[in-house]
């Protein structure tokens, strides 16, 4: 396979890059630093080549599209709308979850509308990570409980298979059997163990072809994997520490790579230009039109 054409298309650099989610009605792509500081959110419209920054009242962990076109943002330790820009942003109220543990982190929309987030132990210490479900009603709904640091999450095309990455110790990839409609998730199974590979599961997305692409956090590549995990592609990257994955343009055939400048120290940024960078390349498939929130 020929090897893909890898470029940085944005001098913008991020201690942590995450949540990277593609606005079709923007035709631009939105991600977030999840680093110390500074708490900001960007966006890179890729027409004019130009990037946005907005400075966050907290650390964000990402965020998804709603029905009416805006935004939800979810904050480490909390929920909020743009209202109707980033400017203004209208917090809202959550139940569920004990903030003096954990932190939330990663996020998915299912098929009806529903908000998937996982949460790890604010130390990283304890595996007291969780993945709920959060509907109208802002009460997280815990699905499974036990994890390390909870991070990318996705669906199947069909609706019917849901993916979850578990990124420490060694990592793990998980499948459930999901049901779209009830929103119920059972069956869980280990689709991938990462133990000796050189990396760990980070963020994740699924292409049209129901292949899941996953960033190896600490190995220089992203993985394709197929429903039965097999590692179908590896991709290797001008970074070490890529975070997460999305599709994005005209047709959802460019797929956006962040990455992370933390943990990197002045010997490994100097061989890393492009660390903390937002990245992009056309893998010779099509990505799917996300669901946006139903609340």
């Not at 939800?72 to 743009?82: D, E, K, P, S």
């Not at 932190?103 to 987030?117: E, F, K, Q, Y």
């Not at 899941?212 to 970074?239: C, F």
Request: glycine share 10%; with cysteine.
């Amino acid at each position: 396979m020929k090897k893909p054409d890898i470029h940085c298309v944005t001098d913008q650099v991020t201690s942590i890059g995450e949540g990277p989610l593609w606005v079709a009605a923007e035709q631009a792509l939105y991600w977030v630093d999840v680093g110390l500081e500074p708490k900001t959110l960007h966006r890179y419209a890729p027409a004019t080549g130009s990037t946005t920054t907005w400075k966050l009242p907290q650390r964000a962990s990402g965020l998804r599209e709603r029905a009416d076109g805006s935004l939800l943002i979810h904050f480490q330790r909390g929920l909020a709308v743009t209202d109707p820009t980033p400017d203004k942003l209208r917090m809202l109220p959550l139940w569920g979850i004990d903030f003096s543990i954990q932190r939330m982190n990663d996020s998915a929309v299912d098929p009806a509308g529903r908000l998937w987030i996982g949460s790890y132990e604010r130390t990283l210490k304890r595996p007291l990570g969780e993945l709920y479900r959060i509907d109208g009603s802002l009460i997280a709904a815990t699905i499974d409980r036990g994890f390390e640091v909870s991070n990318g999450i996705a669906f199947s095309p069909d609706g019917r298979t849901l993916y979850h990455t578990d990124t420490h110790p060694d990592g793990r990839i998980y499948a459930w059997d999901f049901n779209p409609a009830t929103g119920e998730a059972a069956n869980r199974r280990v689709l991938i163990d990462f133990a000796g590979r050189r990396g760990h599961p980070d963020g994740c997305t699924i292409d049209a072809e129901g292949m899941l692409w996953v960033a190896e956090l600490g190995a220089s590549q992203l993985i394709r994997i197929d429903p039965a995990g097999r590692v179908e592609r590896e991709v290797p990257l001008p970074i070490s520490r890529p975070t997460s994955v999305a599709f994005g343009g005209p047709d959802l055939r460019t797929l956006y790579v962040t990455s992370m400048t933390f943990m990197l120290d002045e010997a490994a940024l100097a061989r890393e230009p492009y660390a903390g960078r937002l990245l992009a390349f056309e893998p010779g498939v099509q990505g799917l039109a996300l669901p946006k929130l139903s609340f």
